[in-house]
């Protein structure tokens, strides 16, 4: 059993900073690839960024240059700094990843989502 747990969502104010973790655990034989993806209301969900096994980052065109991806391996943890944050980067934020697991071969997982509010 694998699970993904997030944390750091909260309230912001715009241009305001936040650190979003994502700790995934279980019986984990490799991990190809973590990111994030977002969840504004009334939209559908939309990749933000992605960090793979070997240190390779990609963004989506929105928030690239503002929000760097980043990981430890040794935690199976990944990071998304959220900077110079807009009122529409709001969104609920759900960690992904590409996972091989010891019993259940290899799978996309995805964590429980955690709230980001910008707003004065």
């Known amino acids: 059993q694998v699970q993904l747990v997030e944390s750091g969502g909260g309230l912001v104010q715009p241009g305001g900073s936040l650190t979003l973790s994502c700790a995934a655990s279980g019986n984990i034989f490799r991990i190809y690839a973590m990111g994030w993806y977002r969840q504004a209301p009334g939209k559908q969900r939309e990749w933000v960024a992605t960090v793979t096994e070997g240190g390779n980052t990609n963004y989506a065109d929105s928030v690239k240059g503002r929000f760097p991806i980043s990981k430890d391996g040794a935690r199976n943890t990944v990071y998304l700094r959220l900077n110079s944050l807009k009122p529409e980067d709001t969104a609920v934020y759900y960690c992904?990843?590409?996972?091989?697991?010891?019993?259940?071969?290899?799978?996309?997982?995805w964590g429980q989502g955690t709230q980001v509010t910008v707003s004065s």
């Open positions: 992904n990843a590409d996972i091989w697991a010891v019993a259940g071969g290899r799978s996309d997982y």
